[in-house]
DNA sequence: TATTTACTTAACACAGTGTCAATTGACAGG
DNA sequence: CCTGTCAATTGACACTGTGTTAAGTAAATA
């Protein structure tokens, strides 16, 4: 809170005129972030794609192109969620919006009957979000040192490798 | 450190007696936990398995049973490696070790030509290591409410179709 | 001119980690 | 029996960080 009051050129109490705690100034700047950038709008744009393996694609691509812009966010997300209950919620809330949009490319696949039969589309849908995680991406890119091309095509692959199943 | 104090019957400054800050205690009680039930030695049982798609599976078994054992402990050096560099070192080492597992079950199926050719053995091991990770178990078997079995058996599944192409 | 608004300084409460000094009780050896 | 040592005790303190409160100020607004 001080570096933050300091950054903004304000005495470190004057903060807690805007905002009643260190969670609320954080949720709020999420909130700016989405304005400024219409960052989960972007997410939504897989849903045109037709077939359901082309869905799956595009919604990882969207997605690889969505996480660098909320990793600082994100890492204050998941830093908090342990300490407040209001943070951890609207964490929750924004990994819940984003498995949606798995469970949507893959319910896809499986219309089109080229979901693997070793999954069932909830499993599918789960295995999916895990593996998409922030922290997943955290780990691959800056732990393991991929590049963002690299990340974006491997999870393309392993997408395809696990759920899709040749048409018949 | 009061509530440890309290649950050890001492008061909270006898435990600075004993270790020298909270991080220290912490990293000396994995090393008894492991003492007491011989963890990580289970992990190298799998080396045992001669092919590599029976050695990628029964790595993932091992580290499947492990994994709720030191559940509770990776939960504490999780939420302490953001503020305390000597626990994010201990658990970065413990890391690298499960890692070099992941590498030599993947090396032992790049070794019998079965390794996907969409990965390097690098990239391979990357991403077993990923989806390996103790956050990622914590989604499944948590948030998504998974059992163990379900877990071991889709990660399983999902190394294979990942990374295992048919024998000639 | 009077009031409102945004902000200031300065102080405080509270929780948590880590430190320090003085004290106590038990136990072993001479 | 006395003495030294050891482990633990109580009680105090320093320091960091969050959040609160009171009193005051400077500029814009009515």
Redo the contacts with the bound molecule.
Sequence with gaps: ??DI?KQA??????V???F????E?LIAATHHLDDINGSPERLIASRIATTGTERLATYITAWSGYLPDIYGMAKAFLAMQDS?EAVAMAWRARMQDMKEGCAAAINALAHDRRLSPHYTPDQATDILWTMLSVRNWEQLTVDCDWSHDQYTAAMIQMARDMFVIDGA
């Design positions: 809170m001080s009051a050129g304000v005495s470190r109490q004057a807690y005129l805007h009643n705690s260190r969670a100034l407040d």
